[in-house]
């Protein structure tokens, strides 16, 4: 089992920042690529950014692209995602993700098999 915890969430003015992390616990952490997705009220949940193992290979959807950075540090079993000029269709539930998976991040979260329980980031104009 692996239980995965969020925090970092909050309410900030546009073109502000956070950071989001997310504490991973019960399994192996630093074999398995991790992801960032989120849901907007009214909305689907939709990938934000995926980061392999190693950390090699980060891909994002295009909205963050530029400013948004998935990282992770394997010692504290944690991934991060800094959150520079963000815009008010950021707000959204930020959710992170584990696929026990090692090749290629994937980008469905059909593929992912844990979950978080979210935290919210609210962006006022």
């Known amino acids: 089992q692996v239980q995965l915890v969020e925090s970092g969430g909050g309410s900030v003015q546009a073109g502000g920042s956070l950071r989001l992390s997310c504490a991973a616990s019960g399994r192996t952490f630093s074999s398995y690529t991790m992801a960032w997705f989120r849901q907007a009220p009214g909305k689907e949940r939709e990938f934000v950014a995926a980061?392999?193992?190693?950390?090699?290979?980060?891909p994002y959807a295009d909205s963050v692209k530029g400013r948004f950075t998935i990282s992770r540090d394997n010692a504290k079993t944690t991934v991060y995602l800094q959150m520079n000029s963000l815009k008010p269709e950021d707000t959204a539930v930020y959710y992170c993700a584990l696929d026990l998976w090692v090749g290629v991040p994937r980008l469905s979260e059909i593929e992912y098999d844990y979950w978080g329980q979210g935290t919210q980031v609210t962006v006022s104009s």
């Open positions: 980061i392999s193992w190693s950390g090699v290979t980060t």
